[in-house]
């Protein structure tokens, strides 16, 4: 079995090989093919990926290439997890942004279309080459806007490619621990767009454990997304978002934090992860340790500002592991060995919410077999949930159609019509900033 992952110099490559290394079952991956553009980052990455494999007996052979065709060919699986424009990139993203008062985050507002636009056109052109190279592949796709960038590759590879994100895993098996329940025997009502859904109730046999959890104060506020949105508002909603709805329910104090830190998240990672690669040249340098004390440092502080606005403290230990690996896997073993289970994905909504048409992609439980990912059908959404869900999909269309188009009327369109973008006159000063620093945008005229 063949693995291609997309942006193999990237900094989380080895929690995916080092997924892989626990799979010891027949029909696992044994080949890994690592892109990327930089040869200098692959070089890094595979000095960590070795030392994870010295300590493994038969583990998967790792190669790296620069040539995206060569790395595609024969490919059983590819994972997509590019960053176009780099961490600069995603700074630049949000400085642009937070000079005209809005979010800039990389998924969320004016900065995740920001990232979009030059993001979507790459996408495009590895789906083309998937479906011409490998057609019989699946596309597991990582990178961000994990949402919309994945309905831009399912234009050309329809539901061979299926979108992944850590963070309903992480909130379900939350949820569950609080309430006392395993997490793998819970069916978790989940659902929306990537990064904007809702969990509306936790069943374990057959009984929903959610309104115990909203009807007791203390236990709602333990952990994360208690602690991030309150108690108060949470039993408001009578659900728990997914923690990047803090970027909505409390955008004006996340705005502010943004401004007022020394760096932003992407100038911050930018520095370390530039400190870390640089680190991977010297020929003593102990890659594991390095790349392992780099990862700590970077899950300690995520959402470091939401959560000092929230007063929420640090993150629970249980918390800093990630986890987005672990579901690549499980994903990966059940299209393989038709092992089937449900997993939390991005797919094709195909008649599942009624307020999208069949192809829009959205964020929901799915039964995962050797045909793929079939989204479960789920309760509509609440209003204002359906709301937000419905301005931020034709958010998500107007960006496709402007990267198709290149038209920059059309990107003004999108930035404008986000709920957190509150003046026209601001999308278009956002589309002037960003085509004035990102290279990648040039295709807008
Ligand atoms: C979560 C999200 C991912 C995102 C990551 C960003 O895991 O679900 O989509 O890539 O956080 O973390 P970072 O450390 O880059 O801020
Ligand atoms: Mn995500």
């Known amino acids: 079995m063949k693995l291609t992952i997309l942006g193999g110099g990237g900094f989380r490559v080895p929690l995916v090989y080092g997924a892989l290394l626990t799979d010891r079952a027949e029909g696992r991956v044994t080949e890994v093919v690592l892109h990327d553009l930089d040869d200098s980052r692959l070089y890094a990455v ?3 990926l070795n030392e994870q494999a010295a300590v493994v007996p038969d583990a998967p052979r790792v190669t790296a290439t620069t040539d995206l065709d060569e790395a595609l060919r024969g490919a059983d699986f590819v994972f997509s997890a590019i960053r176009v424009g780099g961490l600069e990139g995603r700074a630049h993203d949000e400085r642009v942004a937070l000079a005209e008062g809005v979010l800039g985050q990389e998924t969320v507002g004016a900065g995740g279309i920001a990232y979009g636009l030059r993001t979507v056109p790459v996408a495009v052109d590895i789906a083309r080459r998937v479906a011409r190279l490998a057609p019989d592949a699946w596309v597991i796709n990582f990178t961000n806007p994990a949402g919309l960038v994945t309905e831009a590759m399912s234009r050309h590879l329809g539901d061979r490619v299926i979108g992944i994100c850590d963070s309903p895993v992480g909130l379900g098996r939350r949820i569950a621990r609080v309430l006392g329940a395993d997490p793998k025997q819970a069916w978790i009502d989940y659902v929306g767009l990537n990064h904007l859904g809702w969990v509306r109730g936790l069943r374990v046999a057959g009984r ?11 236990l709602l506020g333990s952990f994360e997304e208690g602690k991030l949105f309150g108690v108060d508002w949470l039993q408001t909603l009578g659900a728990i978002p997914n923690e990047y709805l803090h970027y909505y329910y409390f955008n004006r104090e996340a705005v502010r934090a943004y401004q007022q830190v020394e760096k932003t998240r992407g100038a911050f990672l930018a520095d370390q992860q530039a400190r870390f690669y640089e ?9 594991l340790t390095a790349w392992d004390r780099t990862r700590a440092e970077r899950e300690a502080t995520y959402m ?3 959560r000092e606005t929230a007063g929420a403290g640090e993150r629970d230990a249980d918390d800093l592991s990630g986890g987005y690996e672990k579901v690549a896997l499980a994903l990966m073993r059940a299209i393989a060995r038709d092992e089937r289970t449900t997993l939390i994905l991005n797919v094709r909504n195909q008649g599942t919410l ?5 192809d829009a992609v959205i964020e929901v439980p799915c039964l995962v077999d050797a045909n793929g990912a ?6 509509p959404l609440p209003d204002h949930a359906t709301g937000l869900v419905c301005a931020v999909k034709g958010v998500e269309r107007e960006v496709l159609a402007a990267a ?3 038209s920059r009327t059309t990107a003004v369109k999108a930035f404008a019509l986000h709920p957190l973008v ?4 601001v999308a278009r000063k956002l589309v002037e900033g960003y085509t004035d620093v990102h290279p990648g945008l040039a295709y807008l005229r």
């Open 46 to 48: 595979a000095r960590v």
């Open 354 to 358: 009624s307020v999208l048409d069949a």
């Open 422 to 425: 509150d003046s026209v006159n």
């Open 279 to 287: 680190e991977m040249k010297r020929p003593d340098a102990a890659a």
């Open 304 to 306: 470091a500002e939401n």
């Open 374 to 379: 079939h989204p479960v059908a789920v309760a």
């Open 208 to 218: 929903d454990e959610l309104p115990r959890l909203l009807a007791d104060a203390d």
């Open 404 to 406: 198709e188009s290149g």
